[in-house]
């Protein structure tokens, strides 16, 4: 089937090189939120290495997340720049210079600049393709491809913690950046796989690419660089989307899930030790979290694929329920509660991170989805920036981790909640499109008409006069 790119109509495989490009992503996925994921791993290590309180110390994994959402819009740009092959490299090329500087970092001042600032605009710059570049390489597979891609986040936690904990024992934290930084270069590889697809407008244009290059020169070198800066981000950005209703109401939603989604990750471990449970047992819990996040996707992307399924009201659900549980994790005093709160918000996580970009093609237009999924970044990113230091902040006050999740709880659901009339609100803002551009036309029409009788009568006003003149 087609699929409208933001160049032109592009004919979506459905499968072939596809299935390679979903492999890589999965790949990125794992290596991305492997990361992510397992920072309360080190959360421990960086309290007692630097001795800083909860809240500054937290806020270093909330750059990291934070750095990588917020450069979603740049990274949109970048990919309708260039491609996403080449964005994606850099990206990984960037995310590795950064972790390997930081394990020379003296304290987390520096930690902040090399391991959250580069290390999250190198993740931002090639999460975007990875995510993006299935909605172009799928149509009526997209789901199921964009789950078993994404289910490489969940595998990156499975793997990612065992081997962290390994990790640290072994080499300490420093010795463990080295090793990170190394797996992160390897996304250079898989980005290599983003073969671009050529639209109907390019091989309309092959034949005359000497031609309109020689015509770009000259139009370059007549215009202002300003003027020229603002068309070319103009025409590589989607700016109506910052108008629309439908984009408004999800960025809030997804605004609020951000506040809370990375706290129970970040905290499980350390609050596993505060009910007398070990280290190797909170390790064990982001383990669980993992598995539960892999199976989920692969599971989630079947079922969003079927008929019967109405993908933003799985997303509503999932959040409701994962708001609910964690506000209930103070009450979770075994290790076997908490293995099955860890199982329950890893689905909740498949849901959510799977359905946001299907949402996006569903709800505004896979032609837009590049830019929409940027500016989604974008509002994720801001509050992720805050979400986790607040809870550390408030696990200062309190003295314990409790009042941490029922920040994030709480947020989870609020996020559940707002975005329960979005496909109303999207099917009106479809209808005043149409409506809009049906009076348009009409308009246009009726000038032409009006234009043609003008046209008409004047001949004849011709002919009549040179008539007379002639008697």
Known sequence: ???????????????????????????????????????????????????????????????????????????????????????????????????????????????????????????????????????????????????????????????????????????????????????????????????????????????????????????????????HFCLAMTDMFDFSLLTSPTMLLYSTSCLLVMFGFFIPSNFLPVYATEINLSSEDGAVLILAMGISNTVGRVVMGYITDQSYANSLVINNIALLIGGLATCSVPFYTSFGMLVTYAVVFGLVTAAFALLRSILMAELLGVHRLNSSFGLLGLSMGLSTFVGSPIAGALADIYGNYRVAFYFSGISLVLGGLISVPLRFISKREHSKIKEFNFVDTYNSDQRKKTTDIEIVYFKKTITISTISEKI
């Open 1 to 227: 089937m087609t699929v409208v790119d933001h160049q032109g109509p592009v004919l979506a495989p459905d499968g072939g090189w596809g299935w390679m490009v979903t492999f890589s992503s999965f790949m990125l996925n794992m290596i991305l939120d492997g990361v992510f994921f397992t920072y309360g791993i080190f959360f421990p290590e960086f309290l007692r290495y630097f001795g800083q309180s909860n809240g500054k110390t937290q806020l270093l994994h909330s750059v990291l997340v934070g750095t990588c959402l917020v450069s979603g819009p740049l990274a949109s740009v970048l990919v309708r720049k260039f491609d996403s092959r080449k964005v994606a490299a850099t990206g990984a090329l960037t995310a590795s210079i950064g972790f390997f500087l930081s394990s020379f970092a003296p304290n987390l001042d520096v930690m902040f600049v090399c391991y959250g600032i580069m290390g999250g605009f190198g993740f931002g710059m090639f999460y975007l393709p990875a995510i993006v570049t299935i909605g172009v390489y799928f149509d009526s597979r997209r789901a199921l491809a964009t789950g078993l891609a994404l289910c490489g986040s969940g595998v990156g936690a499975l793997v990612f913690a065992p081997i962290t904990r390994l990790l640290l024992e072994t080499y300490g934290w420093r010795g463990s950046m080295w090793i990170v930084s190394a797996i992160t270069l390897n996304g250079v590889i898989f980005s290599t796989t983003y073969r671009p697809l050529k639209t109907e407008k390019e091989i309309k244009n092959n034949k005359h690419n000497t031609s309109n290059n020689y015509t770009s020169r000259t139009d370059h070198d007549s215009e202002s660089c300003c003027k």
